[in-house]
């Protein structure tokens, strides 16, 4: 099932911090997280699996709360290379059959 | 070199016509996928696959077919083409479960 996003979008200034949350209705084995730039494919960014880990890269963070199936997506001192949509995605059994993209949260970052 | 591509990048056709487009990985990465984006709704699979030979359906698989004879390629083909299924189409690789997804540049199709 797919997941939800929210916002939908953000606007932010270079500096700001930024959190976008994605939930979903069933139990998880793990959640994606991809950025997507206008016009060219989804970049990964990272991977949480089940047991609650929470990942870093640079200023761009997330957690993973299995219980609650969300996870949060956290950027800190937003740079303007920031923009773009990002695209959680979450993975509901061990092989991809069951594997769902939510439909995006576009942020800008502007200067 | 290295990497996933697609063919075509850009491809224009009618309602009725038989289309393929075309994914090629050199990693040999077991699993490959098709998705299709479209406005509003994010990428949505359509079919994937964990190795030659073995194919399964996502989420979006009406009016499409997969074959995989080789690892390194997995052709959709849209056997007669519809307006609804103008949209741009990423292939993706991943070597196994729990491993982020290498994307391909994606194909826009567009079905007149």
């Known amino acids: 099932q797919q997941p939800v996003q929210s916002p939908q979008a953000v606007i932010l200034r270079e500096g700001e911090d930024a959190v976008i949350n994605c939930s979903s209705s069933?139990?998880?084995?793990?959640v994606h997280w991809y950025r997507q730039k206008h016009g060219e494919a989804p970049v990964f960014l990272m991977i949480l699996l089940k047991g609650g880990e929470q990942k870093g890269h640079d200023k761009i963070s997330a957690s993973f709360n299995e219980k609650k199936q969300q996870s949060s997506l956290y950027l800190t001192a937003s740079q303007l290379s920031y923009s773009g949509t990002y695209f959680c995605?979450?993975?509901?059994?061990?092989?991809?059959?069951?594997?769902?993209f939510g439909s995006g949260t576009k942020l800008n970052v502007k200067p | 070199d290295a990497g996933i591509t697609q063919s075509p990048r850009y491809k224009i056709t009618e309602t009725g016509r038989q289309v393929t487009l075309m994914c090629h990985q050199t990693?040999?990465?077991?699993?490959m996928f098709w998705y299709r984006q479209d406005l509003g709704h994010g990428l949505r699979l359509i079919y994937y696959s964990a190795a030659a030979d073995i194919t399964d359906k996502g989420e979006v698989p009406d009016g499409y077919v997969v074959s995989r004879s080789k690892t390194e390629n997995f052709p959709l083909t849209l056997e007669s083409a519809t307006r609804s299924q103008t949209s741009v189409y990423f292939c993706?690789?991943?070597?196994?479960?729990?491993?982020?997804?290498?994307f391909g540049p994606g194909t826009r199709l567009t079905v007149l």
């Open positions: 995605g979450t993975e509901e059994g061990d092989n991809f059959n069951k594997f769902y």
């Open positions: 990693w040999s990465h077991s699993y």
């Open positions: 069933k139990a998880l084995y793990s």
């Open positions: 993706a690789s991943v070597p196994n479960s729990y491993n982020e997804q290498f």
